[in-house]
Structure formats: structure tokens, C-alpha cells
T-cell receptor, first 115, second 116 residues
């Protein structure tokens, strides 16, 4: 099966610092990567969609200058939370899709706590 | 905008019972529908994927049905076990826009506890 590896699984950082989360597709080429976040007792919400080699498309209400997404290769996408604040504390999870007609496969998620 | 609702929000049943989890969605124009399992603090495990042209899918003790016209899907779990305790998520995949896959719209999930 298709495997997506996400690191770190959890991170605690100080307010004002930046945090990078990596998402790797281990056994397939992910032409599209999706980034979601989940606040407590809420559903997973799509933050942005990135296609390899292109700029990410952000959902309404998601600040593109705060959540930097890089998808420079078919096996790696990164999400950088810049100048993190306590309200950014959440569960972030990525998924990769091989193409238009295939399902997406999810990473293990990253629990971010900003103190 | 697609909205996905899952009922009940939480469910606790004794081991061995058969149970049904419900999912409804507002826009019937979906590419497929997936059911996931999420364990506390963990990622998502895909359980079943139903293409828009299909009516149901089965895997072991799990059976998922899809009725696009009424905007409903159900996940049936037979002979429940304590290991089935988790949060079950329903997600709709929108129609392909021509540029590739699109992100999923998730429900809030059903938190399931199977009592030993």
C-alpha cells in the first residue's frame, strides 16, 4: 500500500518561533499534497492544496504568508508555521495523491503546541 | 459548499453488538466517499472507499453503503470488538475539476467505545 510519512509526530515550540513539518510519500510519487488541521472536537479542515512544482492553493481564511507550503519534489512537501502563536496549536495532517483518479493517503499527523 | 454531518457524535455499546454509523452530505455531486478510523493522537486509517457509481463496499466486518441521491452513507460494523474503539470519520471527495484531485470534506466523526 501507499505510505505517507509525516514528521515530527509532535512538537512544542515557543510563541514567535517557526516550525517545519515534513510529509514524505515513501513508495509513490505524490503529484498532489493536501494539508489539513484539526482543532479539538472539530472536523479536519483542508488548509491548502499543493501540486508539485507549483504554488499552493490556500483555502479561504488560511494565511498563505503564515503557513508556507513547499512541494519541490514528487515525494516531499513541507508546511512551515511561521511566527507561531498559541492559537495555531492544532493537529496538522498531510495526505498525498498519485493523480486524478486515486485516493489520497494520510500521514500520521503532527500535534503542534505553541506555548 | 459541501457539508458532512455524522450521527451520532458518540456511541458506547457492549462488545459483540452490531452497529451502524451514519453520515449525511449536502451536495450529492461527489467523486467518492471514504470512511476512516482515527485513534487518539494518531493519523487516519482508510477503512473503505466507495466510488460514486457504487452502492456499497465490504471489508471484513465492515460494510459501507452509499446513497448519493439522498446524500447518505452508513458504516455497518458487525460483531463489534473492544479494538474497534476509535473515532470514525466520513469524508466526501468532490468531483474532479480537471486539474487533479481535490481535498476531502470531513464530518466531525463518531467517537465509538466498545465495552469489553
Amino acid at each position: 500500500g501507499a505510505v505517507v510519512s509525516q514528521h515530527p509526530s509532535w512538537v512544542i515550540c515557543k510563541s514567535g518561533t517557526s516550525v517545519k513539518i515534513e510529509c514524505r510519500s515513501l513508495d509513490f510519487q505524490a503529484t498532489t499534497m493536501f494539508w489539513y488541521r484539526q482543532f479539538p472536537k472539530q472536523s479536519l479542515m483542508l488548509m491548502a492544496t499543493s501540486n508539485e512544482g507549483s504554488k499552493a492553493t490556500y483555502e479561504q481564511g488560511v494565511e498563505k504568508d503564515k503557513f508556507l507550503i513547499n512541494h519541490a519534489s514528487l515525494t516531499l512537501s513541507t508546511l512551515t508555521v511561521t511566527s507561531a502563536h498559541p492559537e495555531d496549536s492544532s493537529f496538522y495532517i498531510c495526505s498525498g495523491a498519485r493523480g486524478m483518479n486515486t485516493e489520497a493517503f494520510f500521514g500520521q499527523g503532527t500535534r503542534l503546541t505553541v506555548v | 459548499k459541501q457539508e458532512v454531518t455524522q450521527i451520532p457524535a458518540a456511541l458506547s455499546v457492549p462488545e459483540g453488538e452490531n452497529l451502524v454509523l451514519n453520515c449525511s452530505f449536502t451536495d450529492s455531486a461527489i467523486y467518492n466517499l471514504q470512511w476512516f478510523r482515527q485513534d487518539p493522537g494518531k493519523g487516519l486509517t482508510s477503512l473503505l472507499l466507495i466510488q460514486s457509481s457504487q452502492r456499497e463496499q465490504t471489508s471484513g466486518r465492515l460494510n459501507a453503503s452509499l446513497d448519493k441521491s439522498s446524500g447518505r452513507s452508513t458504516l455497518y460494523i458487525a460483531a463489534s470488538q473492544p479494538g474497534d474503539s476509535a473515532t470514525y470519520l466520513c469524508a466526501c471527495d468532490p468531483p474532479r475539476s480537471g486539474g487533479g484531485a481535490d481535498g476531502l470534506t470531513f464530518g466531525k466523526g463518531t467517537h465509538l467505545i466498545i465495552q469489553p
